[in-house]
Nanobody
Framework: QVQLVESGGGLVQAGGSLRLSCAAS????????MGWFRQAPGAQREYVAT???????NYAGSVKGRFTISRDNTKNTVNLQMNSLKPEDTAVYYC??????WGQGTQVTVSS
C-alpha cells in the first residue's frame, strides 16, 4: 500500500513562486517513477512532470523552464518548484507514483 501526502499549495500572484512537496510511504516506492499532474476546473487531469529513480526528468511543454521537479530517495519525497507562475497554472495539483498511486491533491491558485 502506498500513501502520498502533499503540501505547499496556496494563493500567489502571477510571477510568483510556490513549492509543492509530497511524502510517500509504502514498500512500492523504491525505484518508482514519481511525478505531478494537475486538474483545472472543468478540465481533464493533465501531466506536469515526472522524475525517475536515477533522476531523469520530463516536463510538459507548458511548464518547461518554469517548473523544476526533484526527489529525495532517502526520504521518499518528491518536490515541484514552480516559478514564474501564471493564472493558467491554477489547478489542483496531484502527486503521483507509478504505476497508479495518487495523492489527495493540493490547490494552487495564481491571481492576475
Amino acid at each position: 500500500q502506498v500513501q502520498l501526502v502533499e503540501s505547499g499549495g496556496g494563493l500567489v500572484q502571477a510571477g510568483g513562486s510556490l513549492r509543492l512537496s509530497c511524502a510517500a510511504s509504502g514498500t512500492m516506492i523504491s525505484r518508482a517513477i514519481m511525478g505531478w499532474f494537475r486538474q483545472a476546473p472543468g478540465a481533464q487531469r493533465e501531466y506536469v512532470a515526472t522524475i525517475s529513480w536515477p533522476g531523469t526528468t520530463n516536463y510538459a511543454g507548458s511548464v518547461k523552464g518554469r517548473f523544476t521537479i526533484s526527489r529525495d530517495n532517502t526520504k521518499n519525497t518528491v518536490n515541484l518548484q514552480m516559478n514564474s507562475l501564471k493564472p493558467e497554472d491554477t489547478a489542483v495539483y496531484y502527486c503521483w507514483v507509478s504505476s497508479n498511486y495518487w495523492g489527495q491533491g493540493t490547490q494552487v491558485t495564481v491571481s492576475s
